[in-house]
């Protein structure tokens, strides 16, 4: 079965730690996304990665970091910097970054802080 | 800055009604639109993507239209279901990056 996987489907973080979200994808996609939803609002785009060992900022990348050391994976750091982490997290990729490429999801993380 | 509107926030009909969800966007200068379904607590799939030639797309009892003049967006559902209980996101994009700007959803409640 080709698809995304997220986990976990839960996680819970302390004041002040990290905490990292994983994502992987076997659709051999070159493009990856991780997005940020709150209620009441639009997806909001963190980071994206084009290629393997290439990443962008995206609308609200501060307090988050990744990595794209791999094709398939794109791993998600909330650091303590981010004040207000709790959140679902979704992760995407698709084949490439052109707009018109359709984006395949996870099924995302919810994150809370305790 | 571009921004998505999507009325309404959400819509209750009992089952078998045609009904239409719809999507704005202040810049009326959108190069594709995309309009995907997301069940509580999930991700989100995509049900239909319009490409900047086309004014138009169905699939199956879903159609999605798309008046670039207007800047507007319709998806149009046919013979509801309670299956189709869920929220619709739309998203579209300009043609001079790559980054999709997002509706906050329509929640669409099919009563059996």
């Given at each position: 079965?080709?698809?995304?996987?997220?986990?976990?489907?839960?996680?819970?973080?302390?004041?002040?730690?990290?905490?990292?979200?994983?994502?992987?994808?076997?659709?051999?996609?070159?493009?990856?996304?991780?997005?940020?939803?709150?209620?009441?609002?639009?997806?909001?785009?963190?980071?994206?990665?084009?290629?393997?060992?290439?990443?962008?900022?995206?609308?609200?990348?501060?307090?988050?970091?990744?990595?794209?050391?791999?094709?398939?994976?794109?791993?998600?750091?909330?650091?303590?910097?981010?004040?207000?982490?709790?959140?679902?997290?979704?992760?995407?990729?698709?084949?490439?970054?052109?707009?018109?490429?359709?984006?395949?999801?996870?099924?995302?993380?919810?994150?809370?802080?305790? | 800055?571009?921004?998505?509107t999507q009325i309404p926030a959400a819509l209750s009909v009992?089952?078998?009604?045609?009904l239409v969800l719809n999507c704005?966007?202040?810049?009326?200068?959108?190069?594709?639109?995309?309009?995907?379904?997301?069940?509580?607590?999930?991700?989100?799939?995509?049900?239909?993507?319009?490409?900047?030639?086309?004014?138009?797309?169905?699939?199956?009892?879903?159609?999605?239209?798309?008046?670039?003049?207007?800047?507007?967006?319709?998806?149009?559902?046919?013979?509801?279901?309670?299956?189709?209980?869920?929220?619709y996101?739309?998203?579209?994009?300009?043609?001079?990056?790559?980054?999709?700007?997002?509706?906050a959803g329509t929640k669409l409640i099919?009563?059996?």
């Amino acid at each position: 079965d080709g698809g995304i996987t997220q986990s976990p489907k839960y996680l819970f973080r302390k004041e002040g730690q990290n905490v990292t979200l994983s994502c992987e994808q076997n659709l051999n996609h070159d493009a990856m996304y991780w997005y940020r939803q709150d209620p009441g609002q639009g997806l909001r785009l963190i980071y994206y990665s084009q290629i393997v060992n290439d990443f962008q900022k995206g609308d609200i990348a501060e307090g988050y970091s990744v990595s794209r050391e791999k094709k398939e994976s794109f791993p998600l750091t909330v650091t303590s910097a981010q004040k207000n982490p709790t959140a679902f997290y979704l992760c995407a990729s698709s084949l490439r970054t052109r707009i018109t490429d359709t984006q395949y999801f996870g099924p995302g993380t919810r994150l809370t802080v305790l | 800055k571009q921004e998505v509107t999507q009325i309404p926030a959400a819509l209750s009909v009992p089952e078998g009604e045609n009904l239409v969800l719809n999507c704005s966007f202040t810049d009326s200068a959108i190069y594709n639109l995309q309009w995907f379904r997301q069940d509580p607590g999930k991700g989100l799939t995509s049900l239909l993507l319009i490409q900047s030639s086309q004014r138009e797309q169905t699939s199956g009892r879903l159609n999605a239209s798309l008046d670039k003049s207007s800047g507007r967006s319709t998806l149009y559902i046919a013979a509801s279901q309670p299956g189709d209980s869920a929220t619709y996101l739309c998203a579209g994009g300009g043609d001079s990056n790559y980054q999709l700007i997002w509706g906050a959803g329509t929640k669409l409640i099919i009563k059996p």
